[in-house]
DNA sequence: ACCTGAACACCGTTCAAGT
DNA sequence: ACCTGAACACCGTTCAAGT
């Protein structure tokens, strides 16, 4: 099984700093102008609300529970989100974040390719497990990259082209220790961790033995 | 790829009456008092409105929709389904019945086991693409009979029964024809099935490429 | 008995008024 | 500039009035 994944559940504290700076700049102006201070404030304490109220609930969170757990009112929230959708997207874009440097720290240099592919599904699924909002969202991940591109929900398109990035050095690194199946590509990847949060969420209690199974379908032929 | 299986979606009127009659009859009381003649029509036309509104846009159909689709008041729609989620049900509960019905006469009688396994899994995914309703609900049935049992969603306790005889003599077979993993057992199938589903929903255009990952990953270790 | 649709509740979103 | 919360729109659900 792997050393368990640094679950996301455990503590919203101490990667959510980080997290935030990062998202604060993946926002749709590449760098808008700085903000004032008690909106900066502001802006923070709605993406922590967002964060907890999508995690737990999905995409039935609700505007105004954000709002109160934030401590603003209501048209402060859409001031910085002009849509509850475009709130979830950056939250979800604060975990592909997460997700990104999780593949780029831990398992890229991790030596074994089989077991990195391995922990990649784990922590997917821990993730999935952890926030409702992001295994809502993996599905359309999985759609292919078109949906990034202006499309409502998702991860931005650079960060699309950064886990095609990752992922494709992981494969490749499974190829050249001829681990996995000749025809297995980067893009099989969304889909399969796509498949991982419908059952995650299901709350089917052994979905590892079905992480075991694709992982026996990706073995060579 | 095996025969295409009879996608539900071509033609909603040649199955429907049939599935209607069975599913009036699995409803929550076993035989209820026969309905007014006027009555009985209405609540055909209001789960064959239904049937088309959730296949179109899934939980997300409108009530009121449905009832100008069948032509009737709200309330009536009400009157015969105290809520949307039963009505939800109802038509999941139909689908199932299909879904029973093609094991049993389809997939039971084919003389290749493992073809009849391949078989599953394409008409899971053609009934998830053809009926969004189905595809919402499919990773409720998954996470196990407890939800069945006055849960809010899903098939009725004596579909999940039957599903799952039906899938152990499938896999029975498969196991006496030694063509899959000595571990394989029905209840795996519910999971993997509501692992295609997302797969199929994200649009992902070659869903049938991970069911044969899904497959290889059955094949004896 | 059953049907109807206006009325109510809830939640996403807007906007006039404030600082 | 930014914040607030009452008001509006939409959709699930109810119910008084009809047949």
Redo the contacts between chains.
Sequence with gaps: MSTPPPTPSSGPEPEARAIRDDATRSAPEPDAKPLRADAARNRAKILDAARAAFAEHGRDAQMDDIATRAGVGVGTVYRHFPTKQSLAVAIVQQRFAMILAFIRDELLPDPDPWNALERSFEFCASTQLADRGYADAV??????SPIAGGGPHGPAVDQIEEMLDLTERLIARAHAAGVV?DDLAAS?MP??Y??????V????PD?R??IA???????P?
Tied chains: 1, 2.
């Design positions: 599905g359309t991940i999985a759609g292919g199946r099989d889909p399969l796509a498949a991982l949060a419908s059952i969420q299901a709350g089917v979905w033995r079905y199974i694709v992982l026996d379908g990706l073995r032929r």
